[in-house]
């Protein structure tokens, strides 16, 4: 079985950038939550805006860019 997965550039590009970012930004997430995980279980004490950045990190080491896939 194959899927094709079709996009009318440039007018589909936020599709396509959503679609070709789905493994990133999954990936993003699981590590986002594995973090939070250990800031919740060993009571770290991280300030909201460290835990920001430290969301920012994950996403920038997996390359996905919010600003690009919710235009």
Do not use: C
Not at 6 to 33: H, M, Y
């Amino acid at each position: 079985m194959k899927g094709i997965l079709e996009f009318d550039l440039p007018t589909d590009v936020v599709a396509f950038k959503r679609a070709s970012k789905a493994t990133d930004t999954a990936l993003a997430l699981w590590d986002i939550i594995q973090y939070l995980r250990g800031v919740d279980k060993y009571e770290q004490k991280d300030d909201i805006a460290q835990i920001r950045e430290n969301v920012q990190t994950i996403l920038d080491t997996h390359n996905v860019s919010m600003d690009e896939i919710l235009e």
